[in-house]
């Protein structure tokens, strides 16, 4: 019977207070991850944007003046390598400057919404390259970027998502333009919207 009520009283025993300390910090750390997920993704770069641009429309003029199909794919393929480059790197170089971390909830969010497009186009180009039909990569390259860059915007600041959507209107009158009129608008829009844009988030955003 002793230990019923030993029992009892144990169980009745209030637990020990939470150390204010501890509950102070488990607070700040509710507050600053929900800043976390509530700010933007402001590391885009603007002057790693306007670069790409520039050996975009390098590209441009390069792929325009191949004679075989192939070799136009490889310049276009180099280019992409060159973009991702200089994107990530510049992104990175304004993340540490801005003490933005790449691996936080907004970035996190960011490249989520930003690489399942990218994903996509790369599977197509290589469809289409083995199937030899070339003739719709370009207005394929802009939708899926456009695609992309307006998941990723969403999570950006609003320069991004706008300019997403200005790729995707690029690429729907890409496919209704006469066939070799690729390069062209490869230039338009990988060129100087990235510059255009890139010089409205440099001086808005930062850099």
């Known amino acids: 019977m002793s230990n019923v009520s030993q029992l009892r009283k144990t169980e009745s025993e209030p637990d020990e207070p939470v150390s204010l300390g501890d509950r102070a910090l488990d607070n700040l750390k509710y507050i600053r991850d929900a800043m976390e997920r509530s700010t933007s993704f402001t590391a885009v770069p603007g002057y790693g944007g306007i670069l ?16 075989y ?3 136009w794919l490889i310049v276009w393929v180099t280019e992409a390598f060159l973009a991702a480059a200089i994107g990530f790197l510049a992104m990175w170089q304004k993340s540490k400057i801005g003490g933005q971390s790449l691996f936080s909830t907004p970035a996190r969010k960011f490249a989520y919404s930003f690489f399942p497009p990218i994903v996509v186009g790369i599977a197509l180009t290589f469809g289409l390259w083995r199937f030899d039909n070339y003739s719709v990569m370009a207005a394929m390259w802009m939708l899926c970027y456009g695609a992309a860059v307006i998941g990723g915007g969403a999570y950006s600041v609003r320069a991004v998502p706008v ?18 009129s690729g390069d062209e608008m490869m230039a338009a829009s990988f060129g100087l919207l990235h510059i255009i844009f890139g010089a409205v988030i440099a001086r ?4």
Request: glycine share 18%; hydrophobic share 55%.
């Open 163 to 180: 300019m997403g959507w200005c790729f995707i209107v690029l690429g729907a009158i890409t496919l209704a333009l006469p066939k070799g």
């Open 204 to 207: 808005r955003y930062g850099g």
């Open 52 to 67: 790409m641009g520039v050996t975009a429309i390098v590209a441009a003029v390069i792929a325009n003046g191949q004679i």
């Open 69 to 71: 199909l192939r070799d």
